[in-house]
C-alpha cells in the first residue's frame, strides 16, 4: 500500500515536472540557453530580477581608477557599462554597440557621445570637424560619456588653444573593432556623404589580440550577428558554430616559427589598413592622423604590481610592436605611442585592456600635441 502511494506521488510529481519543462520551453529556447532545462533557466532569471547580477569584476578597477567618486557612483556606472555592453548587426560595417540611454553612457547609431563635443572660439571663421575611430579604447569601455579620450581631446584643445579654431568631435569607437573594420567604417561614412575635416585613428591592441579576426579580414562579431538579421536563421548551424568570436583570440601555432610569421603578416596587414584609410581621406581633402596604442602586453615595466590589467602575455604584440615602431615613418602622421607606459606608475587601466580617466587624458594629451599644431596651421 504504502509502495503504492510512493509511487503515484512520484508519478504525480513527475508529471507535474514534466509539464512545467514543456510549457517553458514555449518561451525558453534551451538548445540555444546555458542550461539543459527550462526549470533551472526560469529560477535563475527570477533570482536575476528580485537581486540583479552586479559586476563586482569591475569595481576594483573603478575605485582604483575614480578614488574622488563614491562607491554609489562607481557601481551605477559599472551598472550602465555592463547594460550597454550589447551590439546589433549593422549593414555596410557588420556590427556597432547597440544604442543606449542613460546618465553616464550614450550610443546613438554609430557614434558614442562626447561631453563636450566642441569647443567655439568667436572669433573663428569656421568650425574643424573631427572623427575619431577605433575599437574598444576609442569607444571608452566602462568609462563614461565625459572620460572619454575624445571628451579628454576637447578640453585640452580648449585649455591649450583658447584663441584656436573651433572644432566638434564625433566618437566613432566600436568595442571589438581592429582597423580592417574602421578602415570599412571609414569607407561607409565617406561614400554615404560624411566629410570630416581631420581623422583621428587609434588602435592596435585588437589587430594582435584578435589575430584570427585581423588576419581573416573578419569582423569579430560575425556569425551570430549575421544570422540575427536573416529572415530564415538556421539555428542547429549557429549553436555548433558557439559564436565564432570564442575563436578569433587563440593563438593556433604558438611555436617561434609561427608566432614571427604571423606577427610579420598581421604588421603588413595592419600597416596596408592604415594607408588605405591615408589614401581614401587624402582623396577627399581630408587630414589623417593615427596612433599606436599603448597595451598592457608591452613596454610596461610596473604590470607586475598593477592589480587591474591582464598580466598575461601576448607573444605576437611582443614580436609586433618593434617592428611598428620602426614602420610608423612609412605612413606619414603615424605615432607609436606604444612606450607610453615605459614611466606609468598608478592605475592606468579601469579593467583588463580598457583606460583609466587618467589615462585617457594623457593619450589625448599626446594626440592633441600633434593634431592641434595641424588644426591651427603651426
Request: charged share 20%; aromatic share 14%; glycine share 6%.
Amino acid at each position: 500500500m504504502i509502495r503504492q502511494r510512493l509511487f503515484r506521488w512520484f508519478f504525480q510529481i513527475l508529471l507535474i515536472f514534466l509539464l512545467l519543462e514543456l510549457s517553458l520551453r514555449v518561451f525558453f529556447y534551451q538548445k540555444m540557453a546555458d542550461e539543459p532545462l527550462a526549470l533551472v533557466t526560469a529560477v535563475k532569471k527570477a533570482r536575476q530580477a528580485v537581486h540583479p547580477v552586479r559586476p563586482t569584476f569591475l569595481y576594483k578597477g573603478y575605485f582604483l581608477a575614480r578614488p574622488d567618486s563614491s562607491r554609489a557612483v562607481n557601481e551605477a556606472i559599472a551598472q550602465e557599462a555592463f547594460g550597454s555592453n550589447r551590439f546589433k548587426y549593422s549593414p555596410w560595417v557588420d556590427f556597432r554597440n547597440a544604442d543606449y540611454k542613460g546618465r553616464y553612457i550614450n550610443v546613438t547609431g554609430l557614434v558614442r557621445e562626447s561631453i563636450p563635443d566642441s569647443f567655439v572660439n568667436p572669433g573663428s571663421p569656421d568650425e574643424v570637424t573631427i572623427f575619431f575611430l577605433g575599437g574598444s579604447t576609442m569607444y571608452g569601455d566602462n568609462a563614461t560619456d565625459r572620460e572619454t579620450i575624445p571628451s579628454a581631446f576637447v578640453r585640452g584643445y580648449q585649455a591649450k588653444y583658447a584663441q584656436g579654431r573651433s572644432i566638434r568631435v564625433t566618437n566613432y569607437g566600436i568595442c571589438g573593432y581592429h582597423s580592417y573594420s574602421e578602415l570599412m567604417l571609414l569607407s561607409h561614412l565617406l561614400f554615404s556623404g560624411s566629410k570630416p575635416s581631420v581623422i583621428i585613428v587609434l588602435d592596435g591592441l585588437n589587430d594582435f589580440l584578435l589575430m584570427n579576426a585581423a588576419v581573416n579580414r573578419q569582423p569579430y562579431y560575425y556569425y551570430r550577428l549575421k544570422a540575427g538579421g536573416q529572415d530564415d536563421i538556421r539555428l542547429q548551424e549557429l549553436y555548433a558554430s558557439q559564436d565564432s568570436a570564442l575563436k578569433l583570440g587563440i593563438l593556433r601555432d604558438s611555436t617561434d616559427a609561427g608566432v614571427d610569421s604571423l606577427s610579420h603578416r598581421l604588421v603588413r596587414q595592419y600597416l596596408s589598413n592604415l594607408r588605405n584609410m591615408k589614401g581614401l581621406a587624402t582623396a577627399r581633402g581630408i587630414t589623417s592622423f593615427f596612433f599606436i596604442q599603448p597595451t598592457p602586453f608591452y613596454n610596461y615595466p610596473n604590470k607586475k604590481n598593477d592589480p587591474v590589467c591582464d598580466n598575461s602575455r601576448s607573444l605576437l604584440i611582443e614580436k609586433a610592436y618593434p617592428i611598428l615602431e620602426k614602420s610608423v615613418d612609412s605612413i606619414g602622421n603615424c605615432f607609436f605611442m606604444g612606450n607610453l607606459l615605459a614611466h606609468r606608475t598608478g592605475y592606468p587601466f579601469i579593467d583588463r585592456y580598457h583606460y583609466s580617466p587618467a589615462m585617457s587624458r594623457e593619450i589625448a594629451d599626446h594626440i592633441l600635441a600633434e593634431v592641434g599644431k595641424s588644426i591651427n596651421g603651426y
